[in-house]
């Protein structure tokens, strides 16, 4: 089943928080006949956008095909949070790539977020931008390395923004007695994630690069794209379809697994919220499958967690995603859910992204693997730049490139979805 229609009407955004309180730009135009361009991006999140606003803002003729609208995927429905660094830390990074590489990749972690601030600050895009991402560990042993981490994070990049907790500490900031210590990144944040789509979109349009919706990709290839209704062709091709890739392109859809995610939004707390975090920061989890919540500029708790490996999302996603918000906050057993919804990711072995290019001219990103906010917005930035000539950035990430997922045929995505839920499984026996 094509994830793009497994669990969505054609165009029409899911319900939501971020939808109800996001005003989208007028539709684009489906596109219709023959377009030439320079370059055609396939996919209107953060990765297809921020490439066609930066591609164009170096003198490219741009075109991007978006299937249903712009923000339409995850994101403009995940966890709104920009973290710096990678997904994996750097002693990992260190193992894998060596110490100078590392430290590149950190600093390419680092712009990723001093990105996202900047386009909102450029573009005064609403985004309700908050200063602050706390980690959270459920086990002493992760509070320990986790104490280990800022320190060394300090010691050998700099990096004094994160600063450790204790088990008082993060109780005292999160309001919650599952914890045993953590960290607190003040280089990190949160922002809304539609809002920042559609910020983006706006800018992209402005700049010159032509935007067609309502125009799903049903081939690819060097110099071509190929639509129901129409055809662009253009020197460059971009994929920025991340978990919705689909066979569209199939070395890097080897490379990627699309998990489905959820999110609720409470009903506004009011005087209750600031009992759940004291300061206006999001908070992520030491799970496997995390958990991550922050507060809403309305009050509301927003709360993600739990995830799923098959096309369709569960028929109650409020319950699925209340039980795991209820082990650390038990107290909202009597809150309302106002919304509750899912979207699809992509993730890789590795956890680190995946940057390609699969034949001359065709290029992709994607597999932000829960990180993608920052990454995939800056991910843009290194594309434009790498067609213009200059590769620094994007070889430095394509050195990473995660391995491809196992080749079981049409077992892939069960047998994947066995391997997670085993670690699933770990979480809840606290290994």
Request: hydrophobic share 45%; charged share 25%; net charge neutral.
């Amino acid at each position: 089943m094509n994830l793009l229609h497994a669990n969505d009407r054609p165009g029409v955004y899911p319900d939501s928080w971020y939808a109800a309180t996001a005003e989208p730009p007028a539709p684009f135009p489906e596109l219709a006949g023959a377009v030439r361009a320079d370059i055609v991006v396939v996919g209107g999140g953060y990765t297809g956008l921020s490439t066609a606003l930066h591609a164009a803002r170096l003198g490219y003729d741009v075109a991007l095909v978006e299937a249903h609208r712009v923000g339409f995927g995850a994101s403009g429905r995940n966890g709104g949070q920009v973290s710096v660094g990678q997904r994996q830390d750097q002693d990992y990074l260190e193992a894998a790539v060596g110490r100078d590489d590392a430290r590149k990749l950190w600093e390419i972690g680092l712009e990723a977020v001093a990105l996202v601030r900047a386009l909102i600050a450029e573009h005064a895009i609403a985004a309700e931008w908050r200063d602050g991402v706390a980690h959270a560990d459920w086990t002493d042993s992760g509070a320990a390395e986790t104490r280990a981490h800022v320190a060394r994070l300090a010691r050998d990049y700099g990096y004094d923004k994160a600063e450790p907790l204790d088990r008082d500490g993060i109780r005292a900031l999160i309001g919650s007695e599952a914890f045993r210590g953590g960290a607190v990144d003040w280089g990190s944040g949160h922002m809304h994630p539609l809002r920042f789509a559609f910020g983006l979109a706006t800018a992209a349009a402005a700049s010159g690069a032509r935007i067609f919706e309502r125009s799903e990709a049903v081939e690819v290839g060097p110099g071509l794209v190929r639509t129901a209704k129409g055809t662009v062709r253009a020197d460059q091709v971009v994929l920025a379809c991340n978990g919705y890739l689909g066979g569209l392109e199939r070395t890097t859809a080897a490379r990627i697994l699309p998990i489905n995610n959820f999110i609720v939004a409470t009903e506004p707390l009011g005087r209750r919220a600031a009992e759940l975090l004291a300061k206006d920061i999001a908070v992520a989890d030491s799970r496997f499958v995390v958990d991550y919540w922050r507060l809403s500029h309305d009050g509301r708790l927003l709360f993600g967690g739990g995830e799923s490996y098959g096309d369709r999302f569960p028929r109650d996603i409020a319950a699925k995603v209340r039980k795991p918000m209820l082990k650390i906050y038990p107290q909202l057993r009597d809150v309302r859910i106002d919304h509750a919804w899912g979207g699809t990711l992509a993730i890789t072995r590795s956890r680190l992204p995946d940057f390609a290019r699969p034949a001359p001219g065709l290029w992709s990103a994607s597999g932000y693997s829960g990180h993608g906010v920052a990454l995939a917005t800056l991910a843009g930035r290194i594309l434009a730049e790498a067609i213009h000539g200059d590769l620094a950035r994007f070889d430095t990430m394509a050195r990473v490139r995660p391995p491809a997922l196992p080749a079981l045929g049409p077992a892939r995505t069960p047998m994947m979805a066995l391997a997670m839920k085993w670690y699933a499984l770990r979480d809840r026996l606290g290994v």
